[in-house]
């Protein structure tokens, strides 16, 4: 019984899911930044038509998975795969493909999302040796269409706005769309920003038809410790602004703490509830951020 | 405001829409060139002011209506 314990964890491992039906897997390919090629499409099709049943399935994480491998086929599968210049990507206690929004693209992203989830992706997936997953999540802006707030290490980018009162018609149209109303126009008709609401989501910038709101500086805000299943929790908002290019930095020392404080089958929530909140900002944050 | 050369009610008109018609009337006139657009309020006001901004036109002047926006801009 626990020879095919292991072997199954072996298995999930190596990128090659159980199925519930008898004899079945389905095999995860390595996706990065929510990005693949059309000629790895083709590939992917391909194993899909050999193996498995013609289908290809998404995952909630933006991966692909080719389901109905009969577990006779696997070995042949993961040589296939690899000859393909394809990569199996694990599941397990390990650094889970990060995820990115297509704020590379999108009119709201306020930095190349995808860009710099592929650099982080090649550093740190699929590192092993955690007490339990550990995804991560890069959002793009404030909307968070991929719910940072959700991963155990989630960055939502922002913009700081400051304001060229010379230019500044007084027009509104910044308070208007701040959906926080953060912005009022004072008895001068110059727009006027309140810190404390402020999301830093950069629609002011964006609408200013005279240019007066200008990106003062852009970063990221952090959150901490969110994860979904059964018990779903809210990441920690731990800061805001961060450098962008401090990320891999932050994301080092969060996965230092959790190896090292963590407890098998854990996730970094219960690290961080356990050890102490204030801890686990002083080990992963530099002094001086907000 | 300044008398427009061509005005354009995009009411009721979704985003990406609106701003491809803008853009497509704004075509057909000449440099400096005014045009005058209806808006509604939320998406369209949100975005269509900055892609038309992006695409090195001027936005002279913004006057805020029930539920939309009047749009006074002027061609690159």
Not at chain 1, 160 to 183: F, Q, T, Y
Not at chain 1, 264 to 283: A, Y
Not at chain 2, 10 to 15: D, K, N, S, T, Y
Not at chain 2, 16 to 43: C, R
């Amino acid at each position: 019984m626990n020879d095919s314990k292991n072997m199954i964890a072996a298995l999930k491992d190596g990128g090659f899911i159980k199925q519930k039906q008898k004899d079945y897997y389905s095999v995860r390919i390595r996706v990065v930044a929510g990005n693949i090629t059309a000629e790895q499409m083709k590939k992917v099709s391909e194993l899909a038509e050999k193996y498995g049943r013609g289908y290809v399935t998404f995952t909630v994480r933006m991966g692909i998975e080719i389901p109905w491998i009969h577990y006779t086929k696997l070995q042949e599968v993961k040589e296939e795969v690899e000859k393909m210049g394809l990569a199996m990507a694990g599941c397990g206690p390990r650094v889970r493909p990060i995820v990115s929004c297509k704020g590379t693209i999108c009119p709201y992203g306020l930095v190349d999302t995808q860009g710099i989830t592929q650099k982080l992706d090649e550093e740190f997936f699929p590192t092993p040796g955690f007490p339990h997953k550990f995804k991560i999540g890069i959002s793009g802006c404030p909307n968070n269409c991929i719910k940072p707030q959700f991963n155990d290490l989630g960055f939502q980018c922002q913009v700081e706005p400051e304001l060229n009162k010379v230019l500044c018609s007084g027009c509104g149209l910044c308070s208007d769309v701040c959906e926080v109303k953060a912005i009022m126009i004072n008895k001068d008709n110059i727009a006027v920003r309140d810190d404390d609401k402020c999301i830093y989501c950069g629609s002011c910038i964006r609408v200013c038809p005279t240019d007066a709101w200008k990106a003062k500086r852009s970063g990221a805000a952090v959150f901490a410790g969110g994860k979904f299943g059964k018990e779903p929790r809210f990441g920690y908002h731990i800061a805001d602004l961060v450098d962008v290019d401090d990320i891999k930095n932050i994301i080092k020392r969060t996965m230092e703490f959790y190896k090292t404080e963590g407890i098998k089958k854990e996730r970094l929530i219960d690290t961080i509830d356990r050890v102490g909140l204030d801890k686990f900002k002083e080990k992963v944050l530099n002094n001086g951020e907000k | 405001m300044e008398k427009s050369d061509r005005k354009l009610n995009l009411e009721g008109v979704v985003c990406p829409i609106n701003f491809v018609k803008v853009k497509l009337e704004l075509e057909q006139m000449n440099s400096g060139g005014l045009l005058e657009v209806i808006l509604d309020d939320g998406e369209p006001i949100k975005n269509v002011p900055r892609s038309v901004k992006d695409e090195g036109h001027k936005i002279l002047s913004v006057e805020k209506l029930e539920g939309k926006y009047r749009l006074l801009i002027q061609k690159a």
